[in-house]
């Protein structure tokens, strides 16, 4: 069992930064890889950034460029730098883990809001 605990989201201007940070707990050992979704109001959850155990990333491309997922070399917290933020941003952010098994966990969310 992973459990994942989001941090970090808030009320940003257009042209702004936020980090988000996840910290996994439990069995992080287990995980494979972790990533960043999202879900705005209305729409599905889409894939935001992952990286894998060996540190291959992949970003969506509305965020190329602008957002950089990385893990702490304890390898169990996970954070989402964002720049130059767009009021189209403004979702709900959840972090992911798939375990080595395939099993998949998501934490709480935390909310992002872009204004313009």
């Not at 989001?6 to 990533?35: D, K, M, W, Y």
């Amino acid at each position: 069992q992973v459990h994942l605990v989001e941090s970090g989201g808030g009320l940003v201007q257009a042209g702004g930064s936020l980090r988000l940070s996840c910290t996994a707990s439990g069995v992080p050992f287990a995980i494979n890889a972790l990533g960043w979704y999202r879900q705005a109001p209305g729409k599905q959850r889409d894939m935001v950034a992952t990286i894998t155990r060996d540190g291959n990333t992949n970003y969506a491309d509305s965020v190329k460029g602008r957002f950089t997922i990385s893990r702490a070399n304890a390898r169990y917290t996970l954070y989402l730098q964002m720049n130059s933020l767009k009021p189209e941003d403004t979702a709900v952010y959840y972090c992911n883990a798939v375990t080595f098994s395939g099993s998949s966990y998501w934490g709480q969310g935390t909310q992002v809001t872009v204004s313009s």
